[in-house]
């Protein structure tokens, strides 16, 4: 699939009150079995658009498909394409995926953030777990 075909699935609508700042958070997985699932953690505050939840499981289903090799790769892919569509204020992407390499590495994690030049919130966002 090429990459304007993989955004096009990200739908979105327009956001109830773009004068306001408020965290969405999405969560969800990449297909596979329920011991190899990768799973997704999407947070981001909205600018003009929101994201449908619908269109966003689809969108994960369509990376499920994708030669996606590592967490790191799917993050940044996921990032990219959701800060190119919606144009967050700010957005940050969390993958968790079963580490098969070795069998003492459990989970492989990646956190990728982006915001908007000139855009901060430091009371919304410290009410963020820590990582």
């Known amino acids: 699939?090429?990459?304007?075909?993989?955004?096009?699935?990200?739908?979105?609508?327009?956001?109830?009150?773009?004068?306001?700042?408020?965290?969405?958070?999405?969560?969800?997985?990449?297909?596979?079995?329920e011991v190899?699932?990768?799973?997704?953690?999407?947070?981001?505050?909205p600018g003009k658009m929101i994201l449908d939840t619908h269109a966003f499981g689809v969108y994960l289903d369509t990376l499920s498909g994708l030669n996606l090799e590592t967490p790191e790769d799917i993050a940044v892919t996921l990032l990219s394409d959701i800060t190119n569509e919606l144009?967050?204020?700010?957005?940050?992407?969390?993958?968790?995926?079963?580490?098969v390499h070795h069998a003492a590495v459990d989970v492989h994690g990646v956190v990728l953030e982006?915001?908007?030049p000139n855009w901060d919130n430091p009371a919304l966002l410290g009410r963020l777990k820590p990582l």
């Open 87 to 99: 144009l967050p204020r700010w957005a940050q992407v969390e993958v968790h995926a079963p580490d």
């Open 114 to 116: 982006e915001r908007q």
């Open 36 to 45: 190899m699932r990768t799973s997704i953690l999407l947070r981001y505050v």
């Open 1 to 33: 699939m090429d990459l304007q075909s993989r955004r096009a699935l990200l739908k979105n609508k327009a956001n109830p009150d773009p004068r306001l700042d408020y965290l969405v958070f999405l969560e969800g997985h990449l297909a596979g079995t």
